[in-house]
């Protein structure tokens, strides 16, 4: 099993936190996948656990919602929007903020505050 998590290009030095804020809690990190192009994880197979956060637009990111075998885990969940909203989660969705978890209500998705993991 590969444990898998977003990592980012930005000058946001926060989203970089947030990375690593997610990182120290779990047991080690095999892969790292861009947040604003995410086409690797389509060939991932369901031997790799993907953990995704982060702020998340629709159309600003390549293939977002992600497409993939892995198994996700939604924890500090942005959207700005409903098309930003994962649809077809195996899991409830962990919201960053109560906005995100009332965008999920308003699509009928399961959701959760899970906060951002720099809380941690």
């Not at 892969?31 to 956060?53: C, S």
């Not at 977002?64 to 930003?84: Q, Y």
């Not at 903020?97 to 993991?117: N, V």
């Amino acid at each position: 099993m590969k444990i898998a998590v977003v990592r980012y290009r930005t000058q946001n030095i926060g989203d970089d936190i947030q990375s690593l804020a997610l990182e120290r809690l779990l047991p080690r990190v095999d892969l790292r996948i861009d947040r604003d192009d995410l086409t690797p994880a389509r060939d991932w197979g369901e031997d790799v656990r993907w953990v995704v956060n982060g702020w998340y637009a629709s159309g600003a990111h390549t293939h977002w919602p992600p497409r993939t075998r892995a198994k996700t885990l939604f924890v500090g969940l942005h959207a700005n929007d409903p098309d930003a909203i994962p649809r077809n989660a195996a899991s409830p969705i962990g919201c960053r903020d109560p906005w995100t978890i009332h965008l999920c209500a308003r699509q009928g998705i399961d959701a959760w505050l899970s906060w951002c993991a720099t809380l941690t």
